[in-house]
């Protein structure tokens, strides 16, 4: 279970100190597939990277499977990312590797022996329908077949969370439409617990709960499906 309790994150920019989040108290259950709204600059994304562990509150806490990760050193909170996939809406691929080769990197990272990488990533990407496309480059792929190598990378270290900001961002209906069925049927059939930071509105009707932001407060939550 991922949890916030009365958490705040506040930045100095020169002499203004801005208040990113407000005291969010927030629960995710296993299994729960999480939409997080809100306009920009309301705090989602940082809410993510508290959750993640890529970053700590100023105050509060934040649980990661009953474990404060604020309280951890990075040495300790990059275990705990281990348990974690990222996409992020810029993809953030390796463009002079291949699809399979930026799947590959991220288990390297992540200290997977070499001789499973290569099994794994090619499942990994079968599993996002990139079976002819593997060893294409960044460049030679679409906007929504990155994504597709983004969500492969982050599922090949089997993550119990999978963490997505602006997934469909870059994408025209279509492709946004395809990446969000892909998702859901990860949820579903994986069972595994996914929180996903977006600024449209359409994406609603395809998670199990709605958790709306503003001003760096949690301002409604409601269950949609």
């Known amino acids: 279970m991922l949890q916030t309790i009365a958490v705040k994150k506040t930045y100095k920019m020169g002499e203004v100190t801005v208040e990113a989040l407000r005291g969010v108290d927030l629960q995710v259950k296993e299994g729960d597939f999480v939409a997080v709204l809100g306009p920009s600059g309301c705090g989602k994304s940082t ?13 509060g806490r934040v649980l990661i499977d009953g ?3 604020s309280t951890l050193s990075e040495n300790k909170r990059a275990d705990v990312r281990g348990r974690i996939g990222f996409v992020f809406q810029s993809f953030n691929l390796i463009h002079r590797f291949s699809a399979i080769g930026n799947v590959e990197l991220g288990m390297s990272i ?11 990533a090619e499942e990994m990407l079968r599993l996002v329908g990139l079976e002819d496309r593997m060893h294409h480059r960044p460049a030679e792929l679409s906007g929504g077949q990155q994504q597709r190598v983004a969500i492969a990378r982050a599922l090949a270290n089997h993550p119990h969370y ?3 900001d602006e997934p469909t961002g870059n994408m025209d209906s279509k492709n946004a439409r395809d990446i ?7 949820n ?3 069972k595994m617990t996914i929180i996903m930071v977006t600024h449209d509105q359409s994406l609603t009707a395809h998670v199990s709960r709605t958790v709306r932001m503003l001003d760096g407060r949690i301002v409604s939550e409601e269950a949609t499906a």
């Not at 993510?48 to 105050?59: K, Q, R």
């Open 188 to 190: 579903s059939e994986e």
């Open 110 to 120: 992540a200290g997977v022996p070499k001789r499973d990488r290569r099994q794994r």
């Open 47 to 59: 809410l993510l990277n508290l959750v993640g562990a890529l970053d700590v509150p100023t105050s």
């Open 67 to 69: 474990v404060d990760v």
């Open 162 to 164: 999978l963490l997505m």
């Open 180 to 186: 969000i069925d892909l998702i859901r049927r990860i």
